[in-house]
């Protein structure tokens, strides 16, 4: 009876008027930068941290969350029309869908994909609101001892899943946790590597350097990418499937849906593993696997349920821990921070109406999305017309207006200008940055949690070992850093990474 008062309190939370209308913008924005070749959601997100300042925590939040899940609708769009994947999680949609496209079925396609993702979302909403009551219960029994032990194995599983080499994701990881450390110590008073600058005396704001090394830096990277786009609009005849495609789509959507809820949940997994891992599956599971690449519905059903339950089952580690899953989860603490919220294992006692209305929103902006998506695919497919090159002075200029409105002063720009050049530099020497801004977000809550468990054991370091949650956690990294020491496992990492 619990989950049903939790879902009917959050229901009512996402139906407040304000609220839709936040669901509504977010799933709007999402689908548009989703359909723009080149703005992933992260960018995105990061760049509209600034306009979430003056919102009230459930609406802020309800938004940025439908931009996420709204962007896995409007990726898998230019994928199927233009095969040019709008993020990261579509790339593997454009194999099939483009395929079908280019056959005649580009219809079927879109409609299968937003299908298949309504479906995952759907599942995926039940899926958080069932396993988030357990998961906030057992996290009331964290002291500052286990959680400690969790943020070590949430970085190091970032380290683990994130693309390239161990050895660069560990740096990054180690530079981000240093740069979260910048700032006045507070037992101590002492200042840390400010190097006499008074604006950091408070830490590094979150917000310019995410909107810089996230934002800018990848969108000036986008500069440099060819802007030639083949549309295959003309071959849209009808968006209803038939019974048949239906029927060959339905098994694969819940293996998708079924992957992608796992998968998403797992710290560091990012946005395309769940579509890469259904895709390899359905090719693995089929009859005939000659026929994927070759415009098989399974080869879009699968992906694109997997990618949007993945987007939304993140979400669990967030709202009942408070350890962020991926970079776009990092991101989205930020925003809690900047609201004045923890992020914790107690978000879920002190701010039910917060977390349940983003859970409930999450099935609203879905029916939101099926129903804006497919109707107006003609003005998303003219979106593409924009050119690349009118889009950056306006995200530019939106960028340095929302960084200065945060304090009012120009160190923040300028910080965020620095940190654009870093994070374009990361792209061009094949550094992913996703670990850097784990390590700046959970670094001071390290430090914090692994302070007070000395306090409380009196400085034994045995007390991470002596608790069992502790210990099961701290064993469970001790893995994963011995099976990236066997040489047979690190080419495997690496060979199913490259695939």
Same mark, same amino acid.
């Given at each position: 009876m619990e989950l049903f008062d939790n879902l009917l309190m959050g229901l009512t939370t996402a139906l407040q008027l304000n609220n839709l209308l936040f669901c509504l913008i977010g799933v709007v924005i999402g689908t548009a930068i989703g359909v *723009?070749?080149?703005?992933?959601?992260?960018?995105?997100?990061?760049?509209?941290?600034?306009?979430?300042?003056?919102?009230?925590?459930?609406?802020?939040?309800?938004?940025?969350?439908?931009?996420?899940?709204?962007?896995?609708?409007?990726?898998?769009?230019?994928?199927?029309?233009?095969?040019?994947?709008?993020?990261?999680?579509?790339?593997?949609?454009?194999?099939?869908?483009?395929e079908m496209a280019r056959q005649?079925?580009?219809?079927?396609?879109?409609?299968?994909?937003?299908?298949?993702?309504?479906?995952?979302?759907?599942?995926?909403?039940?899926?958080?609101?069932?396993?988030?009551?357990?998961?906030?219960?057992?996290?009331?029994? @964290?002291?500052?001892?286990?959680? @400690?032990?969790?943020?070590?194995?949430?970085?190091?599983?970032?380290?683990?899943?994130?693309?390239?080499?161990?050895?660069?994701?560990?740096?990054?990881?180690?530079?981000?946790?240093? *740069?979260?450390?910048?700032?006045?110590?507070?037992?101590?008073?002492?200042?840390?590597?400010?190097?006499?600058?008074?604006?950091?005396?408070d830490g590094l704001d979150f917000v310019p350097v995410a909107m810089g090394?996230?934002?800018?830096?990848?969108?000036?990277?986008?500069?440099?990418?060819?802007?030639?786009?083949?549309?295959?609009?003309?071959?849209?005849?009808?968006?209803?499937?038939?019974?048949?495609?239906?029927?060959?789509?339905?098994?694969?959507?819940?293996?998708?849906?079924?992957?992608?809820?796992?998968?998403?949940?797992?710290?560091?997994?990012?946005?395309?593993?769940?579509? @890469?891992?259904?895709?390899?599956?359905?090719?693995?599971?089929?009859?005939?696997?000659?026929?994927?690449?070759?415009?098989?519905?399974?080869?879009?059903?699968?992906?694109?349920?997997?990618?949007?339950?993945?987007?939304?089952t993140s979400f669990i580690p967030l709202l009942t821990l408070g350890i962020p899953a991926n970079a776009l989860m990092a991101l989205m603490i930020g925003a809690?921070?900047?609201?004045?919220?923890?992020?914790?294992?107690?978000?879920?006692?002190?701010?039910?109406?917060?977390?349940?209305?983003v859970i409930a929103s999450m099935w609203v902006g879905n029916l939101m999305l099926i129903i804006i998506n497919l109707p107006l695919i003609g003005v998303w497919v003219s979106m593409l017309k924009i050119p690349y090159r009118l889009l950056f002075p306006a995200i530019v200029l939106f960028c340095c207006i929302g960084t200065f409105g945060l304090a009012n002063n120009l160190f923040n720009v300028w910080l965020m200008l620095g940190c654009a050049l870093i994070g374009y530099f990361f792209i061009k020497v094949g550094v992913e940055p996703a670990p850097l801004l784990l390590g700046l977000v959970l670094g001071p809550q390290l430090e914090e949690n692994f302070r007070r468990?000395?306090?409380?054991?009196?400085?034994?370091?045995?007390? @991470? *070992?002596?608790r069992p949650i502790s210990a099961t956690l701290l064993a469970l990294v001790a893995v994963l850093f011995l099976l990236m020491v066997f040489p047979a496992i690190r080419r495997s990492r690496q060979e199913a990474l490259a695939e």
């Open positions: *723009l070749p080149g703005i992933g959601p992260i960018p995105a997100i990061a760049l509209l941290l600034p306009f979430t300042f003056g919102l009230s925590p459930p609406s802020a939040m309800i938004m940025l969350a439908g931009i996420f899940y709204g962007a896995q609708y409007g990726g898998s769009t230019t994928a199927i029309l233009v095969n040019v994947p709008g993020e990261t999680s579509s790339v593997v949609t454009c194999l099939d869908g483009h005649g079925k580009a219809g079927t396609a879109l409609a299968i994909a937003a299908i298949a993702s309504f479906f995952a979302g759907t599942v995926a909403t039940v899926v958080i609101a069932v396993l988030s009551l357990p998961l906030a219960a057992l996290a009331l029994k @964290f002291t500052a001892v286990e959680y @400690f032990s969790l943020l070590v194995l949430g970085l190091i599983a970032a380290v683990v899943l994130a693309h390239g080499s161990v050895a660069k994701s560990l740096a990054m990881v180690l530079l981000g946790i240093l *740069l979260g450390l910048v700032g006045i110590d507070v037992n101590s008073g002492a200042p840390r590597m400010t190097f006499g600058i008074a604006e950091i005396s090394m996230f934002g800018l830096g990848e969108i000036i990277a986008n500069l440099e990418r060819p802007a030639v786009m083949r549309v295959v609009s003309q071959s849209i005849r009808s968006l209803i499937p038939s019974g048949a495609d239906l029927r060959a789509a339905f098994p694969a959507m819940v293996r998708g849906t079924v992957l992608g809820s796992v998968l998403g949940v797992l710290p560091g997994g990012g946005a395309a593993l769940p579509p @890469f891992s259904s895709y390899a599956l359905e090719k693995k599971l089929a009859r005939d696997p000659s026929r994927f690449g070759k415009g098989a519905i399974e080869g879009v059903a699968g992906p694109e349920a997997a990618n949007n339950a993945g987007a939304q809690l921070m900047m609201q004045g919220i923890q992020p914790g294992p107690q978000i879920m006692r002190e701010q039910p109406q917060l977390v349940w209305g468990a000395m306090l409380l054991a009196d400085g034994d370091f045995s007390v @991470f *070992l002596r």
